[in-house]
């Protein structure tokens, strides 16, 4: 303002004194020493511990914070760089500024921190100084994992997952929500059983949250029931043993079912021959020829249960010669479909008759002359179903189609290996479905189509990508975009912490 004004203007310089110790020139302090005279004549960090031993569990790579409680943290987290700072003693005579890792080998079961702390010295002079806290890990299991290591059985609750159906596809999905969710991070053993799974926990509480999350995600009912297995008179105190049994309900993705006349009465006198588009916690129903969809909750389900007319291991492969659109696009429940009259026939009655239906189908969207489908013969099929003969005058279809078929063009890409990958629990298989293991890989593979062919199923499933995948410029081309795949951006990078800690060493030693 006063040079604007054109006023003269005094220089302020900043004036210097001389060390009372060294005699060199410093910006005046309270203690008339400069910084290097402070530090010899104080030491802020005396009092401060600078070695602590910490207790560290090498099976679930958990840290002892006293007098009982066990935190997991990974090495160079900011979970155990609070972890190992709450552990030091008189660190409140100093105020901390900083704190940062010094790396160290893995192996060397040493952790070092780097801490910048400051205190008020002479004369109300501030010093600041910096030290490294070195701490040494001991090994040590905590409760749980010693408990397993003695006995690999001891459990507290464990929770019985079931499905009474010929094939696994639901538990495959299940899985990958599982690991998405860590729903069962806690669990101590995971076993693969015969119609499901058995998961098993070291607290009651682990196993009623894993219940409450199979519920979110899927039609279940669940009982539980417990066992005594020991009493102390004198401290009062029960151990039991706790058993949830968890059944969910065997309608499953694409499987084609009657209505019982009072449930589709309860849903606006749907159907009765509809199918299952999905299932999270609700069950999703369509009719493939009016295109009206209703929803049935777990608890709407169990009081009138039923079962599947045909499941998606009796679809049959059809031809579509010819296809006319009878009605304009509709988003029905986030799916588009549209009505359309088609002649299909078998693939299976090549050469050997002419037999052709005329059927409506909700895919009027995606087919075209000359494409494949499969659907539900019932032209040929032979139920037994009792629903059917409740509803009166019911004209059946003769065929209902519920996708289209890439499978003749796959062919080319059998072999090849996938741009991506999923990732699978640790589980241990029960001996007596170690003869079925062709069977559960053939129905992994129907589960990995699934996933490329329908968007909606892998939203909620984390896809990663696969390293060992080279794409090749011929293929591309010769297949073209017909054939359904996952885009390369809904793919998550699979991280290695060691190899990315080799990579970063290679790095230096390069600089």
């Known amino acids: 303002m006063a040079e604007e004004a054109g006023m003269f203007v ?24 400069c910084v290097k005279c402070l530090r010899s004549e104080v030491d802020i960090t005396e009092g401060l511990q600078k070695h602590v031993i910490i207790m560290h569990c090498p099976e679930c790579n958990s840290y002892l914070q006293p007098p009982r409680t066990w935190i997991k943290a990974q090495l160079e987290s900011k979970e155990l760089l609070t972890f190992c700072v709450k552990r030091l003693k008189n660190l409140n005579k100093v105020r901390l500024v900083h704190a940062e890792f010094i790396w160290t ?36 299991m905590c409760e749980s994992c010693s408990r397993v290591q003695a006995n690999p059985d001891q459990w507290v609750a464990a929770v019985q997952l079931r499905q009474h159906v010929s094939h696994r596809r639901t538990f495959f999905y299940l899985e990958q929500l599982i690991l998405k969710h860590g729903a069962a991070a806690s669990a101590i053993k995971i076993k693969q059983m015969e119609q499901g ?11 009623v949250k894993f219940v409450e ?27 039991y043993k706790y058993t949830f049994s968890v059944e969910i309900c065997p309608i499953c993705r694409e499987d084609l079912i009657c209505l019982p006349p009072k449930v589709a009465a309860s849903l606006g006198n749907l159907g009765p ?33 039923f079962k599947s007319l045909l499941t998606s291991r009796q679809l049959v492969e059809y031809i579509v010669l010819d296809v006319e659109i009878t009605s304009s696009e509709v988003n029905v429940g986030g799916s ?56 009166k005058g019911l004209v059946i ?23 991506w990958k999923l990732k699978s629990l640790d589980m241990e298989v029960d001996d007596k479905n170690r003869t ?38 011929m293929t591309s081309v010769a297949d073209g975009d017909e054939v359904p795949s996952i885009p390369l951006d809904e793919l998550l990078a699979d991280l290695d912490l060691s190899e990315a800690e080799a990579e970063d060493e290679d790095d230096e030693m390069r600089e």
């Open 10 to 33: 005094v220089p302020q310089t900043v004036g210097t004194v001389l060390c009372c110790k060294c005699g060199i020139p410093m910006a005046p302090n309270a203690a008339n020493m």
């Open 105 to 140: 080998e893995p192996h060397s079961k040493r952790i070092k921190v780097k801490l910048k702390v400051q205190k008020e010295v002479l004369n109300g002079a501030i010093l600041e100084q910096s030290y490294v806290v070195e701490y040494v890990q001991q090994e040590h």
């Open 197 to 207: 799974i058995d998961f098993f926990f070291s607290n009651r509480s682990h196993g």
């Open 213 to 239: 999350f199979i519920g979110k995600v899927a039609p279940m009912k669940s009982r539980n029931d417990k066992q005594l297995v020991s009493h102390d008179i004198k401290s009062n105190n029960y151990n």
């Open 273 to 305: 021959l509809v199918i299952c588009t999905k299932v999270t916690n609700s069950i999703a129903l369509l009719d493939p020829l009016t295109l009206r969809i209703s929803y049935l909750d777990a608890d709407q389900y169990w009081r009138l249960p």
């Open 336 to 391: 588009k479909y549209v009505l359309a009259d088609a002649q299909v026939a078998r693939v299976s009655d090549f050469g050997r008759n002419d037999t052709i239906f005329n059927i409506r189908t909700h895919l009027g969207h995606l087919l075209n002359p000359g494409d494949y489908a499969l659907g539900y013969d019932l032209y040929g099929a032979n139920s037994n179903d009792i629903e059917i003969e409740k509803h």
């Open 397 to 419: 279809p003769e065929v209902i189609l519920i996708r289209k078929s890439y499978e003749e063009k796959r062919q080319k890409k059998r072999g090849k290996p996938r741009a």
């Open 436 to 473: 079925d293991q062709e069977k559960i890989n053939s129905e992994y593979e129907q589960f990995l189509k699934d996933l490329e062919e329908n968007p909606e199923l892998r939203f909620n499933i984390s896809l990663y990508r696969n390293k060992d995948y080279q794409p090749s410029e």
